[in-house]
């Protein structure tokens, strides 16, 4: 009769030993063997025991969670068990964040008194603009976001009593209102406009563009527009939350040390920093841009396919299928395009898809548009300059992020984060003088 374990026989010693094999709610996803077992594996009573070697973590399940899952295999996303396309179809990016965060849908009061509570705090202390003035004009956005949210941990030195669930859910707050302010007024600094107020009348993402644009050649354009507004939310609500990447890691680390919510959520923003994360769909444009026209797309394909240029946008870390993000955000790109300027760019990025998708180099690797594809475009044609790209990213990101900092501490196995290492240094060596080097 099979037994839910693992047999494995030590070849130095000839020794067998047996692992219970846990599981998820999907066994074909979710099947583990504690790491620690593995510590009692040993040559003798001095050995230190058998350690896993996991460079990246890509096959190491680090934590427990019931927040979001992915099928990589066959494209699919849900958040809490919802599917992301009737997510995004059907919710507010705050409905979206009260799901991720406390696990079910709210009805209508509850909806409606978590938005009210989450817009009257959108307001900053009146210092964080002397702090973002000491921000050089052509500062980095993101940077500058990063920065900000960091020194905001001064401003808030309660933060840290992490371990009182009320304080944590209402600095969790005070973070989701504050980050289309600061990102807001990130921009505004940049482009040497004044900071913009919140109003408290307007949506979420209503008021991050009318406090990004109030006053711009873009102005009342796009912070009135619905559908504009709309297609604004739904990236939010698409960039949520994704599981253990890079930065939800980061912020689940940071957090795992009792810091301040604010440094984590700093650290978790530096991580999707990177071009290898949040700053994909910058790299994805600028790919676009260097292609330049629909006919130079053939001599492209062939540079990539010789290694000589990196197909920017496609593929992705999970997904072995097109990314359900992606087939979204494609059809919102007409929608935008429609209210904007016309964009070569969208001619590209369309004819590049469809050779991409039926070339036999791509398809035997599984090369399929990521959410980083289409979404530079949209951001682009609603007129943010490209270092903003990973701002918004980040705003849409921090519902996941404190999601993920709120279950960590109803987890019963949380420790301190501290991997191993496999030493490859030196043995004890003996001290030269510096006259003798």
């Known amino acids: 009769m099979a037994k839910d374990t693992l047999t494995i026989t030590d070849n130095r010693t000839g020794k067998t030993y047996e692992f219970p094999i846990e599981y998820g709610t ?3 996803y979710g099947a583990t063997v504690s790491a620690l077992d593995f510590r009692t594996i040993k040559v003798d009573d001095d050995d230190f025991g058998l350690l896993t070697y996991d460079p990246g973590l890509t096959n190491t399940a680090s934590v427990k969670s019931a927040i979001t899952f992915i099928d990589g295999e066959e494209g699919i996303l849900r958040y809490r068990g919802y599917p992301i396309e009737e997510v995004a179809e059907n919710a507010s990016y705050l409905e979206t964040a009260h799901l991720l965060m406390f696990g079910e849908l709210p009805d209508a009061d509850q909806l409606a008194e978590w938005r009210q509570s989450i817009l009257r705090q959108q307001f900053v202390h009146e ?5 973002i003035d000491g921000f050089r004009y052509d500062s980095d956005a993101m940077g500058m976001f990063v920065g900000t949210f960091g020194a905001l941990s001064t401003f808030y030195p309660q933060a840290v009593k992490v371990l009182d669930e009320k304080n944590r859910i209402a600095m969790a707050k005070e973070i989701i209102a504050m980050a289309p302010t600061l990102a807001s007024w990130a921009y505004r600094h940049s482009t040497g406009l004044p900071y913009v107020y ?3 009348s307007f949506s ?11 006053q711009t050649a873009h102005g009342r354009g796009f912070y009135e527009n619905e559908k504009l507004v709309r297609v604004l939310e739904q990236l939010l609500i698409l960039h949520a939350d994704h599981e253990q990447n890079c930065s939800t890691t980061t912020m689940r680390t940071i957090g795992s040390s009792h810091a301040s919510p604010f440094v984590a959520i700093a650290g978790a923003a530096a991580a999707l920093h990177g071009q290898l994360h949040g700053g994909a769909n910058q790299a994805a444009l600028g790919m676009l841009e260097r292609i330049g026209s629909v006919e130079a797309i053939p001599a492209f394909i062939e540079r990539v396919k010789n290694k000589q240029e990196r197909l920017m946008g496609f593929g992705h870390r999970v997904y072995k299928h097109y990314d359900p993000r992606a087939r979204i955000i494609k059809k919102m790109t007409d929608t935008v395009l429609r209210e904007t300027e016309p964009d070569p760019m969208l001619d590209i990025a369309q004819e590049l898809e469809r050779i991409a998708l039926n070339d036999d180099y791509f398809i035997e690797r599984k090369l399929y548009p990521n959410v980083d594809f289409y979404s530079g475009i949209i951001y682009k044609a609603m007129g943010f300059p490209q270092d903003m790209f990973t701002v918004l990213f980040a705003i849409g990101r921090i519902s996941g992020w404190l999601a993920h900092w709120l279950e960590m501490f109803h987890d019963d196995d949380r420790k301190i984060v501290r991997p191993r290492q496999q030493y490859t240094g030196y043995d004890v060596r003996k001290w030269v003088p510096i006259e003798e080097r």
Not at 127 to 131: G, L, M, R
Not at 204 to 214: E, G, I, S
């Open 26 to 28: 999907y066994p074909k």
């Open 127 to 131: 210092y964080v603009k002397k702090f």
């Open 198 to 200: 919140p109003e408290e």
């Open 204 to 214: 979420y993402a209503q008021n991050f563009l009318y406090m990004t644009f109030k």
